[in-house]
């Protein structure tokens, strides 16, 4: 059977998008599996979470734990060299402008966010969760800007479009590094709660076999895959328990408690 893999969930630069495949690459060597997977540089998402023939993946916490689980398997999760990051855990940097943005959360009452995806852990279940103690009857903000992506996000924050964004604080800490001037203009006002960072995965259709094989290559990288790993910033990887993704449920839960289970309700 001919498999698919994809890692495109931080490939904010062309750089990083060659040491992602190139990670990937050695991963399927370092596995046994090389011969046996075709590479997606821009798959649709969320489509290819779903696909039976999905070897290697990496998605975000919140569509696993809304609609992913006994669809695909966790492999492992990357800890990252970055500010936010503790272990394969991970928080938002929650932004506004430097200049004339808001110094507090509560300041950002009736103003507009900029949100990248509605099932976006990062973009917005953190800051549903960091907002939903100030709600008043049910709402916080005054407009919600859907944006794409985090980088359009910042841009809209940047420029005035909108007043704040929670940004996943890996692609933030890349942008920094990489794009400065995208992140130039913009203050970190807080982070968020932190829960597990974003999954490798793999269909529940690969034989177990396989899926042993991809985990203990991602928990005993070779010197290759090790040299693949620093280039992005991954330290190592860990095994997460399904039930370590409940993290994220929490979240949700927490702010449908305090009376705010949207970031804008009509």
Known sequence: MSWTVSLPMYNVTPRLQREYEALLATLLVDAGVRDEAQLLREPELPALWRRPDLLVGHTC?????SFLRGVATLLA???FDFP???GSNYASVIVTRAVDGVNTLAEARGLTAAVNDRHSNSGMNVLRHAVAPLVRNGRFFGKVKWTGSHVASLGAVREGDADIAAIDCVTFGYLRDELPEITDGIKILQYSASSPGLPL???????KEVQLQLRHALLAPSPRL???MAAVRIKAFQHRPDADYDRIVQL???AVAAGYPALLTS
């Open 226 to 228: 090790r040299e693949h």
């Open 84 to 86: 936010g990051c503790d």
């Open 61 to 65: 916490g919140y569509p696993y734990v």
């Open 77 to 79: 999760t990357p800890c």
């Open 252 to 254: 949700e839960s927490e």
């Open 201 to 207: 995965i793999t269909a529940r259709s690969v034989l």
